[in-house]
T-cell receptor, first 114, second 112 residues
Framework: DVKVTQSSRYLVKRTGEKVFLECVQD?????MFWYRQDPGLGLRLIYF???????EKGDIPEGYSVSREKKERFSLILESASTNQTSMYLC?????????????FGQGTRLTVV | GENVEQHPSTLSVQEGDSAVIKCTYS??????FPWYKQELGKGPQLIID?????GEKKDQRIAVTLNKTAKHFSLHITETQPEDSAVYFC???????????FGKGTMLLVSP
């Protein structure tokens, strides 16, 4: 069974903290994605990666960075957490570029910044 | 860039009724249109998709239709059941890119 696993279901962090959200996939997928989900705004792409050490900005990259040192792992980093980054964060992976393949999502990490 | 509009934002139906969710997209080059279902506490999961060379696709109680001229596509769920209650997202993708553009989602509530 294919799996995308996010390291935490719930996180509470303080304003100004550096926050790491971790995601691991076991499907040998090339592409990995980080989305943010907010009520009424749907899923918005923060960053994605199509290969190890490669990254591309999505629609809302400000305040975030990412790291992909290994194919199976994609980390989202909040350099200095702020209250407006309180949200549900979803990681996803898909097989390859240019092919209409399914994106598989993790269960999400609900981050609260206080 | 691509813009996907989804309506309605909430939809309440009685068990056994049909439900229809509609999406429009802006980029005429888009050619892949998946639908995702997100149950409470879970990540979205693909339930059906359609490519631009097909007008309609069915899978048991769910179907998707695509009108490329009008740039809209719809999800149809027949004989709804309480377990169909979830948030549904439409999305589109241009073959020149690897990322999906999602609609804002529809919360479907099926009452017994």
């Amino acid at each position: 069974d294919v799996k995308v696993t996010q390291s935490s279901r719930y996180l509470v962090k303080r304003t100004g903290e550096k926050v790491f959200l971790e995601c691991v996939q076991d499907m040998d997928h090339e592409n990995m994605f980080w989305y943010r989900q907010d009520p009424g705004l749907g899923l918005r792409l923060i960053y994605f990666s199509y290969d190890v050490k490669m990254k591309e900005k999505g629609d809302i990259p400000e305040g975030y960075s990412v790291s992909r040192e290994k194919k199976e792992r994609f980390s989202l980093i909040l350099e200095s957490a702020s209250t407006n980054q309180t949200s549900m964060y979803l990681c996803a992976s898909s097989l390859s570029l240019g092919v209409h393949t399914e994106a598989f999502f993790g269960q999400g990490t609900r981050l609260t910044v206080v | 860039g691509e813009n996907v509009e989804q309506h309605p934002s909430t939809l309440s139906v009685q068990e056994g009724d049909s439900a229809v969710i509609k999406c429009t997209y802006s980029d005429s080059a888009s050619n892949y249109f998946p639908w995702y279902k997100q149950e409470l506490g879970k990540g979205p999961q693909l339930i059906i998709d359609i490519r631009s060379n097909v007008g309609e696709k069915k899978d048991q109680r769910i179907a998707v239709t695509l009108n490329k001229t009008a740039k809209h596509f719809s999800l149809h769920i027949t004989e709804t059941q309480p377990e169909d209650s979830a948030v549904y997202f439409c999305a589109s993708r241009n073959s020149g890119y690897s990322t999906l553009t999602f609609g804002k989602g529809t919360m479907l509530l099926v009452s017994p």
